[in-house]
């Protein structure tokens, strides 16, 4: 739809213009013939020009589909620019380089045509690009004053590289004469990721189609960078900032598209390393949209989502002028914290609302001080061991539930056998009970319910944080990524598992078990209405088996050291701490003191002696 209304204003402007100028330069109209023979050559000269091969060679010069010899087919394609055929074509690129990136700018169309990570490889030790081989393209989209619609992506720029103190800058214009051009302007800086980049143009107006939107698209295919490409696509968005600060992202698994409003920068990211375009003048609109390219795991697959951008340009003047900034590089907090003014660090998926907080101002900054002076794994058996000690409180509040539970089980097995055709009065002496005796069966569930923001916060951790990526520790060659034991024959793999087994889910469901068998599998009494806990005793071990073989390492590990240590602290608890003699007798004397019903007990008891009731006059 945008496109068939972008051609109905280009033609309702063209006839606006004409009628304006038909008076002056009736003479100089082409008749509707040569119009159409111009359509037709500008036709196989964008044919042409779409086929022209991409070099990698700094300011080198290689056969193309046009032809720098031929004069008539050069004239052709400056025909097809218009104005903008001032300047001539030539095949090159030119390099812009520091110590962290790797550059190359091509003057095709002035645009970044190879982005390099110096320090950082994938994991068959293959440098991380994140643009490369046409997987990118950018540019402006606007249509000029005699009716052409023109995209900076197929047209010819003339690089100039010039230093500003330490900085390289290269200038790419596209001209219409010696003092009239259309320029991209790089500025890179030393041991920087972030590189400044501005649009403007110089004596355009009058050239420049001002009441038709001048778009800038961005295109991009996320190339893979993990040995898991379903992984690694699970954390790979569309992130973007707007509408003054608000962070949102498009769907991870699914095609998504939105148009938002005020956006202030865009981050294509791709799991550990990200492309984004930030702006200081935020865009008034955008079109976003996102395609899944991963429908299973494959380890051919060379890319995980397709990211596009579209975003008009402010003409002020009949002038462009539009000041950003490019960054390529690492999804790192270390690294785009340093970019506060623009806000970077919101890109990194910590997670949303308090799992968000805790992984970012708790695990993140405690597991970067351990691990800045201990090896990676130790530092997760440490941060583990100090998550534990915090938590402990509510461990010994839910074993205390538990032990006080495993105390009345002999009175409940009574009140059971008693009631056991009358189910509405075997509840109902089942809650006097523990009433009297001080005891609240869900007060053993509270302290696991307080622990779920911290269980999530660290599921989005362990894979997300980019200080474990490519760290080994011992059997583990990334922490961020899942440890295999044993890799499955190729093309065999099991549902829901995956092709090969990992061996820290395995300690870690060994672990869970031992621990559920000491609370679940004990303590806690079976009751009607309850679910079957023997059965969620063996499920969740199966459950964390399964799920976590695809999952991070660093997160597997961290559970099976914390169960450990839970089971270490239940054990010292048990032997040292509580005493079933002495909770036998704290309830005795729970049950002689007056009990003050709640306003909640009274109602449960009130609508209980109701159901009883009216069952009594059922039988009558």
């Known amino acids: 739809m945008e496109e068939k209304k972008l051609d109905i204003n280009s033609i309702i402007g063209f006839v606006l213009i004409f009628g304006i100028l038909i008076f002056m330069f009736y003479q100089n109209q082409p008749t509707p013939e040569e119009i159409e023979a111009q359509n037709i050559e500008a036709e196989k000269v964008a044919e042409e020009a779409a086929k022209i091969e991409e070099v990698q060679v700094q300011q080198t010069t290689t056969p193309t589909s046009i032809n720098l010899q031929d004069s008539t087919t050069v004239a052709n394609y400056k025909n097809a620019l218009g104005a903008f055929g001032f300047t001539n074509p030539s095949e090159g690129t030119t390099v812009l380089e520091n110590d962290l990136v790797y550059l190359e700018v091509s003057n095709k169309g002035g645009q970044i045509i ?38 900076t992506k197929d047209m010819p720029f003339e690089p100039s590289m010039t230093k500003n103190g330490d900085n390289q800058v290269l200038s790419m214009k596209t001209k219409i004469s010696p003092t009239q051009f259309l320029e991209f302007r790089y500025e890179m800086k030393p041991n920087d990721y972030l590189v400044d980049f501005t649009i403007r143009s110089q004596g355009l107006n009058g050239v420049i189609n001002s009441s038709q939107p001048v778009n800038l698209e961005w295109d991009l295919k996320g190339i893979r960078h993990n040995k898991s490409v379903q992984y690694e696509n699970r954390y790979t968005r569309l992130t973007y900032n707007h509408e003054d600060g608000k962070i949102s992202k498009l769907s991870e698994s699914s ?175 089942t809650m006097k009970l523990n009433s009297k005796a001080g005891v609240n069966p869900m007060s053993g569930c509270m302290p696991a319910l307080l622990q779920m923001p911290i269980f999530y916060a660290l599921f989005m951790f362990f894979p997300t944080s980019f200080a474990l990526r490519q760290k080994a520790f011992l059997w583990a060659d990334d922490l961020s990524s899942f440890d295999t034991v044993y890799q499955f024959p190729d093309g065999f793999s099991i549902p829901f598992y995956g092709d090969h087994i990992s061996l820290f889910p395995i300690l870690a469901s060994i672990a869970i078990f031992f621990y559920m068998m000491m609370t679940t599998g004990q303590n806690m009494p079976s009751q009607p209405g309850m679910p079957n806990m023997k059965f969620i005793m063996y499920l969740s071990p199966l459950m964390m088996l399964v799920f976590f073989n695809n999952y991070a390492s660093g997160l597997s590990l961290y559970y099976f050291v914390s169960n450990l240590i839970t089971i270490g602290i239940m054990l010292v608890i048990k032997k040292f701490i509580l005493d079933d003699n002495k909770i036998h007798a704290q309830i005795q004397e729970n049950k002689k003191k007056p009990k003050k019903e709640g306003k909640f007990q009274k109602k449960m008891r009130e609508m209980m002696e109701q159901a009883e009731e009216q069952k009594k006059k059922g039988k009558r």
């Open 114 to 151: 190879e982005a390099k990570m110096k320090n950082f490889v994938t994991h068959d030790s293959v440098p991380v690009y994140l643009v490369k081989d046409g997987n990118a393209t950018f540019g402006l989209n606007f249509s000029t004053t005699d009716n052409r619609v023109l995209h």
């Open 255 to 429: 095609d998504d598209e939105e148009t938002e409003e005020d956006i202030k920068w865009l981050s294509y990211r791709q799991h550990f390393f990200s492309s984004i375009l930030a702006t200081k003048t935020p865009f008034e609109t955008a079109e976003l949209s996102s395609k899944n390219l991963v429908e299973e795991e494959d380890k051919t697959l060379a890319y995980t989502k397709e990211y596009h951008s579209k975003m008009p340009l402010n003409i002020v003047g009949g002038e462009i002028s539009q000041n950003m900034n490019w960054y390529y590089g690492p999804t790192d907090v270390a690294v785009l914290s340093e970019y506060k003014e623009l806000g970077l660090v919101d890109s990194i998926p910590f997670g949303w609302g308090i799992f968000g907080w805790i992984n970012r101002y708790a695990f993140t900054p405690l597991y970067t001080f351990l691990s800045s002076f201990l090896p990676y794994g130790i530092a997760i058996v440490i941060m583990t061991i100090l998550i534990r000690l915090v938590m402990s409180p509510l461990t010994y509040k839910s074993y205390l539930s538990q032990a006080k539970m495993k105390v009345l089980k002999p009175e409940i097995a009574e009140i059971n056998e008693k009631y056991k055709d009358n189910a509405t009065k075997r509840q109902q002496e």
